[in-house]
């Protein structure tokens, strides 16, 4: 029975870290751009695009989610409960300093610095790490 519950558990925290992750990260990033545009509205398609990518950890979850769905909770529980707890934790930091990594290129973007790459690459740092996660998941 305890097994079971862990199983649910893990489940239920890998698809609600990483969904809390891509939240938090796009809020912030989302509240940089509400700024931004008082100061530079012309390139407001640049801070939808930035305040857009920490969305992806959320689905990195929901895809290891629907993966780790079908399984036997009572024969795969604990194993769950361990992959749940380390992709939706990784999924959960990665969006939200994502989220911080986009803010501040959005503001840059706001001053009138071309960025806009820059920031994209080193957005996707943290989500490379995410992506290890779910590949990690995927192979246990």
Same mark, same amino acid.
């Given at each position: 029975?305890?097994?079971?519950?862990?199983?649910?558990?893990? !489940?239920?925290?890998?698809?609600?870290?990483?969904?809390?992750?891509s939240t938090?990260?796009?809020?912030?990033?989302?509240?940089?751009?509400?700024?931004?545009?008082?100061l530079n509205?012309?390139?407001?398609?640049?801070?939808?695009?930035?305040?857009?990518?920490?969305?992806?950890?959320?689905?990195?979850?929901?895809?290891?989610?629907?993966?780790?769905?079908?399984?036997?909770?009572?024969?795969?529980?604990?194993?769950?409960?361990?992959?749940?707890?380390?992709?939706?934790?990784?999924?959960?930091?990665?969006?939200?300093?994502?989220?911080?990594?986009?803010?501040?290129g959005i503001?840059?973007?706001?001053?009138?610095?071309?960025?806009?790459?820059?920031?994209?690459?080193?957005?996707? !740092?943290?989500?490379?790490?995410?992506?290890?996660?779910?590949?990690?998941?995927?192979?246990?």
């Amino acid at each position: 029975m305890l097994t079971l519950i862990l199983g649910y558990l893990g !489940l239920g925290l890998m698809l609600s870290l990483a969904g809390i992750g891509s939240t938090i990260g796009t809020t912030i990033a989302g509240n940089a751009a509400e700024g931004a545009l008082k100061l530079n509205p012309e390139a407001s398609s640049t801070y939808m695009i930035l305040s857009a990518l920490p969305a992806t950890q959320g689905l990195y979850g929901f895809l290891a989610f629907i993966l780790w769905l079908g399984r036997d909770f009572a024969a795969d529980g604990i194993k769950l409960f361990c992959i749940g707890i380390g992709v939706g934790l990784v999924c959960l930091l990665s969006a939200i300093r994502q989220g911080q990594v986009c803010a501040n290129g959005i503001v840059g973007v706001s001053q009138g610095h071309n960025v806009m790459t820059n920031t994209l690459i080193y957005a996707a !740092l943290p989500e490379f790490y995410a992506i290890l996660s779910l590949i990690a998941a995927i192979m246990i």
